[in-house]
């Protein structure tokens, strides 16, 4: 064998692009994208859709006792007039459930959904937001010739654009940026994209592209410049995950099912050949308890599914091996609006995203074993890892700073156990697949997948329920692949345009209405009350920060089934996970408007505010200081038991004139350090000021200085800084590039005190994450969504 062929032959780098290339543009010649797209403007976007009043809460409930369909639902078909039975009970609310509740109602099927929370409060609302092809699964196609992974990309791209014209409103095409450092890795990842844009084929969203350095500078500003060669650019499509499971929740709904949130399953029945013939389940706001008979029963709860299975069968084994993932919510200082970034190779051999949502941005996420529990609360360490490998990214200039993290969530994925697997005591022997279980009693489990492929989960679940329970004469063919869900028939992106012209509110919160609602964004506005202003004329923001409005709180309980707090803060509005601080601030507001709603008396608005300051809590909420957590009564009253008269001053007046929660010490180190956004609050950067004028120096007309001896003098004498040593401000001199400053200025000085501050309350070290996050796992199982 020759020289020069062993030289080519060891380079497949150099004849892969090259080949991959080739075939990409004949097969762009031949087959030019056909995907459709969605219209700017129709005349129906141009005015409210008829009107929907679904269902109330009451009538779901008597329905399901009754086992009838409500009766504002879709006429009774045949046979269900005389049948206090349903066809089908799903028990579980989240992206699956709900799609098998849109795919056997819509095919006919009398069917009923129980979910023990909220629609969407687990996994379902925890994801990385991504309606992704598995451009990481191809690699491991690729390199291991596996395939079962060419398959899950095959499905995923298809399901992938059915997924986004089935709720255009609520999806978009995103596109990622792989940032290449070594030159080598651009044939590569140009190779890599390429054959995902062609196994996409006629589906494919755009093509892949390369970036030179300066392109990708001036589309990802924020990106390290040191040693970027250039980049690769692919699409995939990204969505608003817990809003998308509302509309599936109400377009099963308008299909003719019935479904209650906040109802739990305490128990199965069986028939005397031991077959599931219905459940026991109680109303967790009332109490209430009764039976719903079932032809089939299908388990649909995501990590929780050993437990509904445990109930069929206590000696059953677990078929579900949960891992944890954890993301947080960054400023949008920290990415572009409409650019993604994928870091391939983490620090520890994994991959995470750095997306731009809702106006904030997304990083994450992590992947671990773990136990399955409500509300799981992303630790310590993770978080601080996931800052280490955003920092390894972005430019030296931007300062990546704990206090910048507004939310951080983790979420459990319902992962399908492997049983041949050769590592064990690890999520690295599981694939993100999923499987369709029949016990021997016929509890039909539908158990694992993610949210890009839940429609064909959803249709493979119910062709095995109506063959297993008898249901052939009954149901009809699959029609999810066309069906458009509730809010798309008469949207379009231009939609916004005639809701500001109509209603007279503000343009941000027009686009929010309308890629959140669709065009039942006309219904919300039309619950939106007068600001009182000259502009905007309607729509009293819930946070002046954010674009949500108050008719979207009691849209959502009229609409949308919300029943607590919780359920709008996490799940119809997506606050709590863009910041649950602001979330905290605006809690007493929201409860008081959703009591005046619901009839809520004072006792359950204290049980409101209690249950959600614990979940913001598992959202990444910080207190500056022990003593600052509001009363959970809530209104003036509550205030007043605070025994803060500052606060009670400020709430009468109706401003906040930092007299109730800023700290009157000149510097608050530890958790007010870490955990607030900015360095200094204003009455502590006018004390600083006033110091530094004190026992500052100046020659003549030039600006007051302060020796570096004076300083350390000056520092230990306030409070907060006096544990400043000599070796403390050599640190923070070095760390900041004083050293060789003898005097400084006023900037300086407060660059030193911001160091020195989070010297204290956190002593930077690269981050050594626990064994149980820290194992090198398989490309495929990092981050994705669910």
Same mark, same amino acid.
């Given at each position: 064998?020759?020289?020069?062929?062993? #030289?080519?032959?060891?380079?497949?780098?150099?004849?892969?692009?090259?080949?991959?290339?080739?075939?990409?543009?004949?097969?762009?010649? #031949?087959?030019?994208?056909?995907?459709?797209?969605?219209?700017?403007?129709?005349?129906?976007?141009?005015?409210?859709?008829?009107?929907?009043?679904?269902?109330?809460?009451?009538?779901?409930?008597?329905?399901?006792?009754?086992?009838?369909?409500?009766?504002?639902?879709?006429?009774?078909?045949?046979?269900?007039?005389?049948?206090?039975?349903?066809?089908?009970?799903?028990?579980?609310?989240?992206?699956?459930?709900?799609?098998?509740?849109?795919?056997?109602?819509?095919? @006919?099927?009398?069917?009923?959904?129980?979910?023990?929370?909220?629609?969407?409060?687990?996994?379902?609302?925890?994801?990385?937001?991504?309606?992704?092809?598995?451009?990481?699964?191809?690699?491991?196609?690729?390199?291991?010739?596996?395939?079962?992974?060419?398959?899950?990309?095959?499905?995923?791209?298809?399901?992938?654009?059915?997924?986004?014209?089935?709720?255009?409103?609520?999806?978009?095409?995103?596109?990622?940026?792989?940032?290449?450092?070594?030159?080598?890795?651009?044939?590569?990842?140009?190779?890599?994209?390429?054959?995902?844009?062609?196994?996409?084929?006629?589906?494919?969203?755009?093509?892949?592209?390369?970036?030179?350095?300066?392109?990708?500078?001036?589309?990802?500003?924020?990106?390290?410049?040191?040693?970027?060669?250039?980049?690769?650019?692919?699409?995939?499509?990204?969505?608003?995950?817990?809003?998308?499971?509302?509309?599936?929740?109400?377009?099963?709904?308008?299909?003719?099912?019935?479904?209650?949130?906040?109802?739990?399953?305490?128990?199965?029945?069986?028939?005397?050949?031991?077959?599931?013939?219905?459940?026991?389940?109680?109303?967790?706001?009332?109490?209430?308890?009764?039976?719903?008979?079932?032809?089939?029963?299908?388990?649909?709860?995501?990590?929780?599914?050993?437990?509904?299975?445990?109930?069929?069968?206590?000696?059953?084994?677990?078929?579900?091996?949960?891992?944890?993932?954890?993301?947080?919510?960054?400023? &949008?200082?920290?990415?572009?609006?409409?650019?993604?970034?994928?870091?391939?190779?983490?620090?520890?051999?994994?991959?995470?995203?750095?997306?731009?949502?809702?106006?904030?941005?997304?990083?994450?996420?992590?992947?671990?074993?773990?136990?399955?529990?409500?509300?799981?609360?992303?630790?310590?360490?993770?978080?601080?890892?996931?800052?280490?490998?955003?920092? /390894?990214?972005?430019?030296?200039?931007?300062?990546?700073?704990?206090?910048?993290?507004?939310?951080?969530?983790?979420?459990?994925?319902?992962?399908?156990?492997?049983?041949?697997?050769?590592?064990?005591?690890?999520?690295?022997?599981?694939?993100?697949?999923?499987?369709?279980?029949?016990?021997?009693?016929?509890?039909?489990?539908?158990?694992?997948?993610?949210?890009?492929?839940?429609?064909?989960?959803?249709?493979?679940?119910?062709?095995?329920?109506?063959?297993? #329970?008898?249901?052939?004469?009954?149901?009809?063919?699959?029609?999810?692949?066309?069906?458009?869900?509730?809010?798309?028939?008469?949207?379009?992106?231009?939609?916004?345009?005639?809701?500001?012209?109509?209603?007279?509110?503000?343009?941000?919160?027009?686009?929010?209405?309308?890629?959140?609602?669709?065009?039942?964004?006309?219904?919300?506005?039309?619950?939106?009350?007068?600001?009182?202003?000259?502009?905007?004329?309607?729509?009293?923001?819930?946070?002046?920060?954010?674009?949500?409005? +108050?008719?979207?709180?009691?849209?959502?309980?009229?609409?949308?089934?919300?029943?607590?707090?919780?359920?709008?803060?996490?799940?119809?509005?997506?606050?709590? #996970?863009?910041?649950?601080?602001?979330?905290?601030?605006?809690?007493?507001?929201?409860?008081?408007?959703?009591?005046?709603?619901?009839?809520?008396?004072?006792?359950?608005?204290?049980?409101?505010?209690?249950?959600?300051?614990?979940?913001?809590?598992?959202? @990444?909420?910080?207190?500056?200081?022990?003593?600052?957590?509001?009363?959970?009564?809530?209104?003036?009253?509550?205030?007043?038991?605070?025994?803060?008269?500052?606060?009670?001053?400020?709430?009468?007046?109706?401003?906040?004139?930092?007299? @109730?929660?800023? +700290?009157?010490?000149?510097?608050?180190?530890? /958790?007010? +350090?870490?955990?607030?956004?900015?360095?200094?609050?204003?009455?502590?950067?006018?004390?600083?000021?006033?110091?530094?004028?004190?026992?500052?120096?100046?020659?003549?007309?030039?600006?007051?200085?302060?020796?570096?001896?004076?300083?350390?003098?000056?520092?230990?004498?306030?409070?907060?800084?006096?544990?400043?040593?000599?070796?403390?401000?050599?640190?923070?001199?070095?760390?900041?590039?004083?050293?060789? &400053?003898?005097?400084?200025?006023?900037?300086?000085?407060?660059?030193?005190?911001?160091?020195?501050?989070?010297?204290?309350?956190?002593?930077?070290?690269?981050?050594?994450?626990?064994?149980?996050?820290?194992? +090198?796992?398989?490309?495929?199982?990092?981050? @994705?969504?669910?």
């Amino acid at each position: 064998m020759s020289p020069r062929f062993l #030289f080519y032959l060891r380079r497949p780098i150099v004849y892969i692009p090259l080949a991959t290339g080739s075939s990409y543009a004949i097969f762009n010649h #031949f087959s030019p994208n056909n995907s459709s797209t969605v219209p700017y403007g129709t005349a129906q976007s141009r005015r409210p859709p008829p009107p929907w009043v679904p269902p109330s809460r009451d009538e779901m409930l008597h329905a399901l006792r009754n086992g009838k369909r409500a009766m504002s639902l879709k006429d009774n078909r045949d046979g269900d007039d005389n049948d206090d039975q349903f066809d089908l009970l799903i028990v579980g609310g989240g992206a699956t459930g709900a799609g098998v509740a849109v795919d056997a109602a819509s095919r @006919g099927l009398k069917v009923a959904l129980v979910e023990r929370d909220d629609f969407a409060s687990g996994t379902s609302s925890k994801s990385t937001k991504l309606v992704h092809g598995g451009v990481r699964y191809l690699q491991k196609a690729v390199m291991e010739l596996d395939y079962e992974q060419y398959k899950l990309v095959r499905e995923a791209l298809h399901e992938r654009k059915i997924f986004l014209q089935t709720a255009p409103y609520l999806s978009n095409m995103l596109p990622i940026m792989l940032p290449v450092y070594k030159y080598w890795q651009v044939p590569y990842y140009w190779a890599g994209c390429k054959l995902y844009d062609i196994l996409a084929g006629g589906e494919n969203m755009e093509s892949s592209y390369v970036m030179s350095k300066g392109k990708a500078l001036e589309a990802f500003p924020m990106l390290k410049a040191e040693g970027l060669v250039g980049a690769v650019v692919y699409y995939d499509g990204q969505h608003n995950d817990s809003r998308m499971n509302i509309a599936l929740v109400m377009t099963a709904v308008q299909q003719g099912a019935v479904v209650a949130n906040h109802v739990e399953v305490t128990s199965l029945s069986k028939n005397a050949s031991g077959k599931l013939d219905g459940a026991e389940v109680r109303d967790t706001l009332s109490g209430k308890t009764w039976k719903i008979r079932a032809k089939g029963i299908i388990n649909a709860t995501g990590p929780f599914t050993d437990t509904l299975l445990t109930l069929d069968d206590p000696s059953h084994k677990p078929i579900v091996q949960p891992s944890s993932g954890i993301h947080i919510t960054l400023p &949008n200082y920290y990415s572009p609006r409409t650019m993604g970034l994928l870091d391939p190779a983490t620090s520890d051999g994994r991959v995470i995203f750095f997306l731009p949502w809702q106006g904030n941005t997304i990083a994450g996420t992590t992947d671990a074993k773990a136990s399955v529990v409500r509300d799981p609360r992303a630790r310590e360490e993770e978080i601080r890892w996931v800052l280490d490998e955003v920092r /390894r990214y972005l430019s030296p200039d931007i300062k990546v700073r704990r206090g910048d993290v507004l939310s951080a969530w983790s979420g459990l994925r319902p992962l399908v156990l492997n049983p041949h697997a050769a590592e064990k005591g690890g999520t690295a022997g599981l694939v993100r697949n999923h499987i369709v279980y029949v016990s021997k009693s016929g509890l039909l489990t539908i158990a694992g997948g993610k949210w890009t492929t839940y429609r064909a989960m959803a249709k493979e679940t119910v062709d095995r329920a109506v063959k297993e #329970f008898g249901l052939e004469r009954k149901a009809g063919p699959c029609v999810t692949e066309h069906l458009r869900l509730i809010g798309s028939e008469a949207w379009s992106r231009n939609m916004f345009i005639g809701l500001i012209q109509r209603y007279g509110i503000e343009t941000d919160v027009a686009k929010h209405l309308s890629e959140n609602y669709g065009d039942r964004a006309w219904a919300v506005c039309a619950l939106a009350e007068p600001t009182g202003s000259s502009w905007p004329l309607h729509g009293k923001r819930i946070s002046p920060n954010y674009p949500y409005i +108050s008719a979207e709180i009691l849209y959502s309980i009229r609409y949308e089934y919300a029943q607590t707090a919780i359920d709008f803060i996490a799940r119809r509005c997506r606050l709590a #996970f863009l910041n649950s601080r602001t979330a905290y601030d605006v809690l007493p507001m929201i409860i008081d408007s959703m009591a005046r709603e619901l009839g809520w008396d004072s006792r359950r608005k204290r049980q409101e505010y209690e249950g959600a300051v614990r979940f913001l809590s598992s959202m @990444g909420l910080k207190f500056m200081k022990d003593g600052e957590k509001r009363s959970a009564e809530v209104g003036w009253r509550g205030w007043l038991e605070l025994g803060n008269p500052f606060i009670w001053i400020e709430k009468l007046l109706g401003r906040n004139l930092g007299l @109730g929660l800023l +700290s009157t010490s000149l510097a608050t180190a530890g /958790r007010s +350090s870490l955990y607030s956004r900015a360095q200094f609050d204003p009455r502590e950067l006018e004390n600083l000021r006033n110091l530094f004028n004190t026992h500052g120096t100046a020659e003549g007309q030039t600006p007051k200085t302060l020796s570096k001896i004076d300083l350390e003098t000056v520092l230990t004498q306030v409070k907060g800084y006096e544990q400043t040593k000599p070796r403390h401000l050599d640190s923070v001199f070095s760390l900041i590039g004083l050293e060789q &400053n003898t005097q400084i200025g006023w900037n300086e000085f407060l660059e030193v005190c911001a160091a020195l501050k989070e010297l204290f309350a956190e002593p930077y070290e690269p981050v050594r994450v626990s064994n149980r996050i820290s194992r +090198s796992i398989p490309v495929e199982m990092s981050g @994705g969504g669910v």
